[in-house]
């Protein structure tokens, strides 16, 4: 292999890594508020670029994909009121089964609106064929726009969770609802708030990454069960250990085409999963010192 | 300050509280002692709003705030420390305290440097340890943090659930001294504790909570010289003492 294919290899494997990347911090979003994994976060992401592809027939592409977006993080947040809210007693098991039971049925319901049709956004710049040489490797413009949007929403929420007030009550009532609410939070509003953020970045994902892996009804799963490998690979609840653990996946997805039949890619990702479950649940960069403190 | 009439509460079916009143008067400490079980606990929980009262009502300052959501207790000035400490462990000693000053609202985000700096002043281990993780603190440390993440809220009513428990003999000194001092600074508290001797020492009046009713109560010198109160919770077996 030389030296420019193996770079191609790494720049693919970082660009897939960076998507679940995104996927998983969903995921993290919700968990760090809850401490629920939502299994619907793949459909969030599905639903984003779906409705921007509909939008787009209609207005330009811009504000199709904020459009879409808002409205995704706006499904999120009546998701989150119909089905979770009224929850006596919201157990993590109950939640989870809720929330596969509504991947299904989002599933379902884009099935019936958009059909089985393989769709995708046009490229942000430039077209299928254009591409940007970096060094020895050349990748397409929209590669750049997926890691650069995607780099920036991981900022973003770094430091909303770290430095704002808001961000902080979001960690607090993952860290303890009940101390929460002696602190004057309203806890089931930062759920809600919790799903709006993370269906929001889940839809904007879906956008920027439509023109290279295109939209399908059923695109959700896939990327869910990649996000959730990263979430755990990298260490649950940590965005930055997500984006880790996202290049390391793709990285290794990547190579694996080069010694063994392509069919085999998704089998790598939940071989990664359960070998991370058997020996380091608490992720690659998760500290055994903050696993040991929480429950699930 | 405080005014509790036949409250009742409990989880499901099960009745903890059995129409308990109480009051508590500004600038007081109160002190509620009772064995494991007796309903402590819970009768703080409902105070605070954590679980709904079934029946009977809470008057805090004169204000009916039977049935009010835990989270609007506390921005009202009535605040409880629960029991176990309850730190926000994954996050940093300074974060808890400024998630701490959550009821007061947007007011006291500008002010919230100033209140962090006067609690340091009162518990100057949290000073060291600000950027540690609470979960990570001592028990002592947690229950400070847990105490100085109340005050953030600049209440008028502190309720504490056994400060005391699982801490070194040393240490619970430390925690009373503090208690004394914040009535010195104007502020009411009410305490459930298991460390009666202790409480009642500190205390101006004492309730005893008997399987969800109250029992006895009074000045906390009178209980201290009861004998029921001596023979079941301070430890001394009096008959023992009289045959001697």
């Known amino acids: ?170 960690r607090a009532c993952a860290a303890n609802p009940v101390a929460a609410r002696l602190c004057g939070i309203n806890t089931k509003n930062m759920v809600t708030l919790s799903f709006m953020l993370s269906a929001l970045i889940g839809a904007v994902a879906g956008c920027v990454v439509s023109p290279i892996t295109y939209s399908q009804y059923n695109m959700g799963t896939g990327l869910a069960i990649k996000g959730f490998t990263v979430a755990i690979l990298g260490g649950l609840g940590n965005s930055l250990a997500a984006l880790g653990g996202g290049i390391v996946l793709g990285i290794l997805e990547s190579f694996s085409v080069w010694f063994m039949p392509s069919a085999y890619k998704d089998a790598i990702s939940i071989a990664i999963l359960l070998v991370i479950l058997f020996v380091r649940p608490s992720g690659l960069f998760g500290s055994k010192e903050r696993m040991a403190l929480k429950e699930f | 300050m405080l005014r509790i009439i036949n409250l009742e509460s409990g989880y499901g079916s099960l009745r903890v509280i059995r129409g308990v009143s109480l009051h508590v008067n500004p600038g007081e400490i109160v002190t509620i002692i009772g064995a494991n079980g007796a309903g402590k606990t819970t009768l703080l929980n409902t105070i605070s709003g954590l679980i709904r009262a079934t029946s009977g009502r809470i008057i805090f300052d004169s204000r009916d705030v039977t049935g ?65 993780l609470a979960g990570t603190l001592s028990g002592g440390e947690q229950q400070m943090l847990a105490i100085a993440r109340a005050l953030m809220s600049d209440p008028r009513l502190i309720m504490m659930d056994e400060p005391s428990m699982g801490l070194a003999p040393v240490i619970v000194r430390e925690i009373f001294g503090i208690i004394s001092r914040l009535r010195r600074e104007g502020k009411t508290l009410l305490l459930v504790e298991q460390n009666a001797r202790m409480a009642l020492g500190i205390s101006d009046r004492g309730y005893v909570l008997e399987t969800g009713r109250i029992v006895l109560q009074g000045p906390s010198e009178d209980l201290l010289q009861n004998r029921d109160v001596q023979r079941a919770y301070l430890g001394r077996d009096l008959d023992a003492e009289i045959r001697l």
């Open chain 1, 1 to 170: 292999m030389g030296v420019e294919l193996f770079l191609q290899y790494i720049a693919a494997g970082v660009t897939y890594g960076i998507i679940y990347a995104i996927v998983a911090i969903g995921f993290n979003i919700i968990y760090n508020t809850t401490g629920i994994i939502n299994f619907a976060q793949g459909e969030f992401v599905m639903l984003g670029s779906m409705i921007a592809i509909s939008l787009h027939g209609v207005m330009p592409l811009l504000p199709s994909i904020v459009l879409a977006s808002v409205v995704t993080m706006f499904i999120g947040a009546l998701i989150e009121v119909l089905f979770i809210r009224w929850l006596k007693s919201p157990t993590v098991l109950r939640m989870i089964i809720i929330t596969i039971g509504l991947s299904i049925l989002i599933r379902e319901l884009a099935l019936s609106i958009w059909g089985e049709g393989v769709r995708a956004l046009p490229y942000f710049t430039g077209n299928e064929v254009s591409s940007v040489e970096i060094g020895m490797i050349r990748i397409s413009p929209q590669v750049l726009w997926v890691v650069g949007v995607c780099l920036f929403m991981v900022a973003v929420l770094q430091g909303f969770f770290h430095f704002t007030l808001l961000g902080r009550k979001m």
């Open chain 2, 68 to 132: 009010l959501a835990a989270e609007k207790v506390v921005s009202l000035g009535c605040v409880l420390v629960p029991e176990g400490r309850q730190v926000f462990s994954t996050m940093t000693v300074k974060e808890n305290l400024l998630l701490g000053a959550c009821p007061r609202g947007k007011r006291a985000a500008g002010r919230a440097d100033k209140d962090i700096e006067r609690v340091y002043n009162i518990f100057p281990r949290l000073r060291e340890r600000h950027n540690q």
